[in-house]
């Protein structure tokens, strides 16, 4: 998610990059970082086209970082792009679900989850590639459901409860557990080898740490580490590693996907979400290429499939 907080006059507008329900969420937070009043309340349809004052505001729309059509003030014109990279096409056999595994009982495995945590996403994707039917509860981080904290007493989705009453809690296990039996496209078995384990320990340890601190500054109070050092670390440790991988191939499992493209890919989403205008410019053309082709893939746009605010829902299917 990157924001820009324009003040225009005794108006303010934010300028978005990402997906609709995170606009309203994190306005308040993009205004305070510049130093600005929170603008309440914030709407759905603040963010469509609109004009404000002399400022015309271009709302992202379908999870793609559209920009601004323009922004100008009488007598200076300019406009403001973001470069989009070609999508790396995800291929269509790869995207069939294996046939799901009989259930021991008619009861369905439960995923607690949250809509924009990259780890519930990489769980979710693989329960669908995996052809996995289950059942699913949007998770308020600030309302936990009491059956969540009965499962779990960290109580950090994902967690999957399954039929037996047995209960996994890290999403790699899950991702484990989709493709158990059995693994007929070789998706879980392409994510273990020595290459993709150090990507993915990559991923989960610096990385992750790196994303937080350029992504929320606000919490890395009394921090040594500016965002932008954070940034430019977190290039280092993952993000060029991984655009070596991909010039030479087109997935981390090789000419076709495998689970570690899965658990990858949500949290470079996240990352380009900071600053799209530097990631664009940076020379990371085989990443941008292949996050750009499962963002746009049925995939993830079945994994983002919007779920009840209370109680359990089947989960769509591929």
């Known amino acids: 998610m990157k924001h820009r907080a324009v003040q225009a006059g005794q108006k303010v507008v934010i300028i978005g990059f990402g997906e609709l329900g995170e606009l309203g969420e994190q306005g308040n937070m993009a205004l305070q970082r510049h130093g600005l009043k929170p603008w309440l309340p914030l709407r759905r349809r603040d963010f469509m086209p609109a004009v404000v004052g002399a400022l015309a505001v271009m709302a992202p729309v379908n999870n793609q970082p559209l920009g601004l059509t323009c922004l100008h003030r009488p007598g200076n014109r300019s406009s403001l792009t973001t470069a989009a990279a070609q999508p790396r096409p995800i291929p269509a ?9 009989a259930p021991p009982n008619p009861q369905l495995p439960r995923l607690y989850t949250f809509r924009r945590c990259p780890y519930a996403m990489r769980a979710r994707m693989a329960l669908l590639q995996a052809g996995r039917v289950f059942e699913a509860v949007e998770v308020s981080l600030r309302d936990k459901p009491p059956s969540l904290l009965a499962l779990s007493p960290k109580a950090t989705v994902p967690v999957l409860h399954l039929p037996d009453g047995s209960v996994i809690e890290e999403s790699w296990d899950i991702m484990r557990w989709a493709w158990a039996a059995p693994d007929a496209q070789g998706w879980w078995a392409r ?11 990559r991923n989960d340890g610096d990385f992750k740490r790196h994303l937080d601190g350029c992504k929320y500054p606000q919490r890395q109070a ?17 993000l060029k590693p991984l655009e070596a991988r991909l010039h030479s191939e087109p997935f981390l499992g090789g000419a076709t996907p495998c689970a570690t493209d899965l658990a990858v890919m949500p949290f470079v989403r996240q990352f380009a979400a ?12 085989s990443v941008r290429a292949w996050l750009a082709g499962w963002l746009n893939s049925p995939l993830f746009s ?17």
Do not use: Y
């Open 222 to 238: 009394g921090g040594s580490i500016t965002p932008e050092a954070h940034r430019d670390k977190a290039l280092d440790v993952l």
């Open 191 to 201: 994510a273990q080898s020595p290459a993709n384990l150090d990507l993915l320990q």
């Open 93 to 101: 056999s790869t995207l069939t679900p294996q046939a799901p595994p």
């Open 274 to 285: 900071v600053d799209p205008g530097w990631f664009a410019a940076q020379d990371l053309p």
């Open 302 to 318: 079945t994994c983002m499939a919007k779920l009840p605010a209370q109680g359990a829902m089947r989960f769509p299917s591929l």
